[in-house]
């Protein structure tokens, strides 16, 4: 059984870092490409970033480039979203998901029917 589960969420101040984790369980995710998501209340599910497993390269949407760092622990089989110089804008509850690597292009739109697993998400709240 795959499981995706997301940790690291919290209470921050504007400029402040934290560093998410998404654990990976149930199968090889080598040829599989994870994305980020962020929804804020009363808001579309926003997409953040993505990272392919085997070689990662990653993706990252305007608003947070330069900002946030996705990286890979293989070993570990987990996914981090280094999210620096934060800001009140970012608060929402953040989910990865993982799809196919195929998938790619379609990925990096956000489409959602390309990620086959999900996780259920961390709080990230941001105070001005």
């Known amino acids: 059984q795959v499981q995706l589960v997301e940790s690291g969420g919290g209470l921050v101040q504007a400029g402040d870092s934290l560093r998410l984790s998404c654990a990976a369980s149930g199968r090889t995710f080598s040829r599989y490409a994870v994305g980020w998501f962020r929804q804020a209340p009363g808001k579309e599910r926003e997409f953040v970033g993505a990272?392919?497993?085997?070689?990662?390269?990653?993706y990252y949407a305007d608003s947070v480039k330069g900002r946030f760092t996705m990286s890979i622990d293989v070993a570990k089989n987990a996914v981090y979203l280094q999210m620096n110089s934060v800001k009140p804008e970012d608060t929402a509850v953040y989910s990865c998901?993982?799809?196919?690597?195929?998938?790619?292009?379609?990925?990096?739109?956000?489409?959602?029917?390309?990620?086959?697993?999900w996780g259920r998400g961390t709080q990230v709240t941001v105070s001005s």
């Open positions: 990272i392919r497993w085997g070689d990662g390269g990653t």
């Open positions: 998901a993982a799809g196919d690597v195929g998938r790619w292009r379609l990925m990096l739109i956000g489409e959602s029917a390309t990620y086959d697993y």
